[in-house]
């Protein structure tokens, strides 16, 4: 019982420097939230010309609800997407930083984690007035849910989809360690990412196929898929099965991160100290 308390202790003091660590930086995180809200404007433009005069739907979408799914992924993707970690962990590599963090009596992805938690929350603490404002700009749209179990499904879901895309940023920036620079392999991943988590569009406009195969990648369920739970627009059987796909994709991306980070440590040279 010590041991544990001890543990807590530890990790909490680290999740602290988290907080402080980004709150050095809220003036920088505030304007980056006002500018990320440009794009939320141009696509709203985009739907509406697309729907044009008429009260259609696009694959089960009317207007209003195209314009509720942006203001999700925007609730979301301020949530849970992590900011410069995969940067901050290739650096440490690269510069041999981590040979501090080897000699400390912690988990470095335990410490990662805490330090992704930590500024994840103040980052939306510091971001949440400019989200409300959209929220209540754009009020005439928006849909919540029915029922009350949907929030406690959307809750798992978004810490889920937080967990894949942290593990994501750890995995690729354990690359560090086989080569000197990794912002090629991270802007290709991240461009399928953009494309495919249903940032861009709703994911439900792919059809067939393909749109089976693609909510089999783990791309969907860090973004997509908790919207669409909020909005209801994946119910029942379908809910359950998306669960167990997303927590699949997260054990599988916590195993490659922990495969990457022993490979990677045993031929660590802590070049740059």
Not at 102 to 123: E, M, N, Q, T, W
Not at 135 to 164: E, K
Request: glycine share 6%; aromatic share 20%.
């Amino acid at each position: 019982m010590k041991l544990f308390s001890v543990t807590m202790d530890k990790y909490r003091a680290i999740f602290s420097i988290g907080l402080q660590n980004t709150f050095v930086y809220r003036w920088n995180f505030l304007l980056r939230s006002l500018f990320a809200l440009v794009p939320l404007f141009g696509t709203v433009f985009v739907w509406r010309a697309i729907y044009g005069d008429t009260s259609g739907t696009i694959a089960g979408y009317d207007f209003g609800q195209m314009i509720f799914y942006f203001l999700v992924v925007l609730l979301v993707d301020n949530l849970i997407t992590p900011t410069e970690d995969e940067w901050q962990i290739a650096a440490e590599i690269r510069e041999g930083q981590l040979s501090s963090f080897l000699l400390k009596p912690f988990d470095f992805l335990a410490y990662r984690s805490c330090i992704f938690v930590g500024s994840r929350l103040l980052y939306t603490v510091v971001t949440l007035l400019p989200v409300v404002a959209v929220f209540w700009w754009y009020r005439q749209y928006l849909h919540w849910p029915a029922h009350d179990s949907t929030w406690g499904f959307f809750a798992l879901s978004l810490v889920m989809a937080g967990a894949i895309q942290f593990l994501i940023a750890y995995a690729l920036a354990m690359l560090a360690f086989w080569i000197l620079e990794i912002s090629t392999v991270v802007f290709i991943l991240y461009s399928f990412e953009y494309f495919l988590s249903g940032k861009l569009f709703p994911l439900d406009t792919v059809p067939g196929i393909a749109g089976k195969l693609l909510r089999l990648l783990p791309f969907p369920y860090e973004l997509y898929f908790p919207v669409a739970v909020l909005m209801e627009k994946i119910q029942g059987p379908r809910l359950w099965q998306g669960l167990i796909i997303q927590a699949t994709w997260v054990s599988l991306c916590y195993l490659l991160a922990r495969l990457l980070w022993r490979s990677g440590v045993r031929r660590y040279e802590g070049v740059g100290i």
